[in-house]
């Protein structure tokens, strides 16, 4: 099993593992150190605590580490009038008129409380390849559709989320 990652998301992952192990790593020891002078461990909460710190730390940096290593690295272009990955859409559902913007990532970005919606979801699968004004329709499940409307595509940088053309 692999993800699919940008060279964006590849770059970051990388950026979180160096901080991790440079700038985390290091103020985890601190700790340790700290709680160690403090004399007899078997009831030191401190310690115990920076030990949880530092294991999280290490597993946070191994899980990083596999997902870049098992990585298939995937295009974030698209043509300049249709909806890709990284664009930004707004839509309007048409079972209820409102109106909806969503940003299409890859699924380690994925949030939909923050309308970040990843290129495997339902509502991706539909709108990816489609321009404004076309109306798609979304299959959530297989009693379970409904239809939305792109009313407008944001190309937008993936490093700031800056529009840099709207169709």
């Given at each position: 099993?692999?993800?699919e990652?940008?060279?964006?998301?590849?770059r970051?992952?990388?950026?979180?593992?160096?901080y991790?192990?440079?700038?985390?790593h290091?103020?985890?020891i601190?700790?340790?150190?700290?709680?160690?002078?403090?004399?007899?461990?078997?009831e030191?909460?401190?310690?115990?605590?920076?030990?949880?710190a530092n294991g999280r730390?290490n597993?946070?940096?191994?899980?990083?580490e596999?997902?870049?290593?098992t990585?298939?690295?995937?295009r974030?272009?698209?043509?300049?009038?249709?909806?890709?990955l990284?664009?930004?859409?707004?839509?309007?559902?048409?079972?209820?008129?409102?109106?909806?913007?969503?940003?299409?990532?890859t699924?380690?970005?994925?949030?939909i409380m923050?309308?970040?919606?990843?290129?495997?979801s339902?509502?991706a699968?539909a709108?990816?390849?489609?321009?404004?004004?076309?109306?798609?329709?979304?299959?959530?499940?297989p009693?379970y559709?409904y239809?939305?409307r792109i009313?407008?595509?944001?190309?937008?940088t993936?490093e700031?989320?800056?529009?840099i053309?709207s169709y």
């Amino acid at each position: 099993m692999y993800d699919e990652l940008t060279e964006e998301d590849i770059r970051k992952m990388k950026e979180e593992i160096a901080y991790r192990k440079n700038t985390v790593h290091q103020e985890v020891i601190h700790d340790l150190q700290a709680a160690r002078a403090q004399g007899d461990l078997s009831e030191n909460f401190e310690y115990y605590a920076a030990k949880k710190a530092n294991g999280r730390n290490n597993s946070r940096i191994r899980y990083l580490e596999n997902m870049i290593k098992t990585a298939k690295i995937i295009r974030d272009d698209s043509a300049p009038d249709t909806v890709g990955l990284n664009n930004t859409v707004t839509i309007v559902a048409d079972d209820d008129g409102k109106e909806e913007v969503w940003r299409i990532v890859t699924t380690v970005r994925q949030n939909i409380m923050k309308g970040l919606i990843g290129i495997d979801s339902p509502a991706a699968k539909a709108l990816v390849g489609h321009k404004a004004g076309d109306t798609v329709t979304v299959k959530v499940s297989p009693d379970y559709e409904y239809d939305v409307r792109i009313i407008r595509i944001d190309k937008t940088t993936d490093e700031t989320g800056d529009r840099i053309n709207s169709y």
